[in-house]
T-cell receptor, first 112, second 113 residues
Framework: ETGVTQTPRHLVMGMTNKKSLKCEQH?????MYWYKQSAKKPLELMFV???????ENNSVPSRFSPECPNSSHLFLHLHTLQPEDSALYLC???????????FGPGTRLTVT | GQQLNQSPQSMFIQEGEDVSMNCTSS?????WLWYKQEPGEGPVLLIA?????ELTSNGRLTAQFGITRKDSFLNISASIPSDVGIYFC?????????????FGRGTQLTVWP
C-alpha cells in the first residue's frame, strides 16, 4: 500500500449504531488529520494529531471520538450519529509544521 | 476562521480550451496549494507555491502565488476530458500550533469532448 488509505470506503449506519473509521498513512509523516466534506461547503477540519497527541479539536460533537495509537494510524469512532453527519470523511497526513497535506480516498458515511 | 473565495464555482468548457480559476483571501498566507478531487476520491495535491510572485508549472497546469500573498490562480491549458473534477485552492497559515490549511469551496470543471 502507498500513500494514505482509508477503510471502509462506504458505510451506512443507523443512529444507534457504533462504528469506526480507519486511516493508515505509509508516507512516514507524523501529523494526521480528520476532515468532514459536505456538499457545497468547504472542507471542515475536525481533529489534528501531532506525534500521536491531539492538538486541535474544532468544536466537534462528542459523538465523534478520534484515536491515534501511533503515527501511522488514525481512527474515528462514531456513536449515536445524526442524519446531518452524513458526509465524506477524509483523512490526511503531513510532516509536522509542513503545509503539504496528503489525503486518503475518504469514507462516504450515510446515517439513516 | 479565514475565508477563501474561489471562483468560478463551475465551468463548462470544450476540450482544447484553456481554463483559469482563482482564489482570494482577506488574510495573507505562507503557502498556496491547489488540489484536484475526482468523484469518489480524496483531493490530490497538484501544485504547491511557497513565495509571493512564484509561478510554477506541472504539465499543462500553471499556478501563481499573488504578490500580495492574498491570492492565487490556476490555469489549465488545452483541457482534456480527464481534467474533469473539482479543483480546490488552499492557503496555509503558519500562525497556529501546527499551521493550518484553509480551503476554498472548489471549482467544478466539466470538459465536453
Amino acid at each position: 500500500e502507498t500513500g494514505v488509505t482509508q477503510t471502509p470506503r462506504h458505510l451506512v449506519m443507523g443512529m444507534t449504531n457504533k462504528k469506526s473509521l480507519k486511516c493508515e498513512q505509509h508516507l512516514g509523516h507524523n501529523a494526521m488529520y480528520w476532515y468532514k466534506q459536505s456538499a457545497k461547503k468547504p472542507l471542515e477540519l475536525m481533529f489534528v494529531y501531532s506525534l500521536e497527541e491531539r492538538v486541535e479539536n474544532n468544536s466537534v460533537p462528542s459523538r465523534f471520538s478520534p484515536e491515534c495509537p501511533n503515527s501511522s494510524h488514525l481512527f474515528l469512532h462514531l456513536h449515536t450519529l445524526q442524519p446531518e453527519d452524513s458526509a465524506l470523511y477524509l483523512c490526511a497526513s503531513s510532516q509536522v509544521f509542513r503545509d503539504e497535506q496528503y489525503f486518503g480516498p475518504g469514507t462516504r458515511l450515510t446515517v439513516t | 476562521g479565514q475565508q477563501l473565495n474561489q471562483s468560478p464555482q463551475s465551468m463548462f468548457i470544450q476540450e482544447g480550451e484553456d481554463v483559469s480559476m482563482n482564489c482570494t483571501s482577506s488574510s495573507i498566507f505562507n503557502t498556496w496549494l491547489w488540489y484536484k478531487q475526482e468523484p469518489g476520491e480524496g483531493p490530490v495535491l497538484l501544485i504547491a507555491l511557497y513565495k509571493a510572485g512564484e509561478l510554477t508549472s506541472n504539465g499543462r497546469l500553471t499556478a501563481q502565488f499573488g504578490i500580495t500573498r492574498k491570492d492565487s490562480f490556476l490555469n489549465i491549458s488545452a483541457s482534456i476530458p480527464s481534467d474533469v473534477g473539482i479543483y480546490f485552492c488552499a492557503g496555509f497559515d503558519r500562525g497556529s500550533t501546527l499551521g493550518r490549511l484553509y480551503f476554498g469551496r472548489g471549482t467544478q470543471l466539466t470538459v465536453w469532448p
